[in-house]
Nanobody
């Protein structure tokens, strides 16, 4: 069993930065992928970014490319999402999720086995 605990959300002004953390406890595998998703009330949960553990390959949705960076600290079993140049459109609840046995980075929520509790990110204009 894997547990994911997110932290780092909050309120920030447009143009500012936040760093989200996702600490994983339990067993993860070199084939795993950790993804970040976000969701607004009444909307679908959407893919933001992900990192593949085996080769640290990353993938981003177009709207965050060049602004967000996903990284991993193996020693701490923690994945980070550094978010820069934030805009009000980035406001959402952000979730990390683990795809335990991934052969590729999926953008679909159904591919991910474990989910964190979510952390609110609010960007004011």
């Amino acid at each position: 069993q894997v547990q994911l605990v997110e932290s780092g959300g909050g309120l920030v002004q447009a143009g500012g930065s936040l760093r989200l953390s996702c600490a994983a406890s339990g067993r993860t595998f070199s084939s795993s992928v950790m993804g970040w998703f976000r969701q607004n009330p009444g909307k679908e949960r959407r893919f933001v970014a992900a990192i593949k553990f085996s080769d640290s390959r990353t993938y981003y949705t177009n709207s965050v490319k060049g602004r967000f960076t996903v990284s991993r600290d193996n020693a701490k079993n923690t994945v980070y999402l550094q978010m820069n140049s934030l805009t009000p459109e980035d406001t959402a609840v952000y979730y990390c999720a683990l795809d335990s046995y991934a052969t590729f980075i999926s953008v679909s929520t159904s591919s991910y086995d474990y989910w964190g509790q979510g952390t609110q990110v609010t960007v004011s204009s």
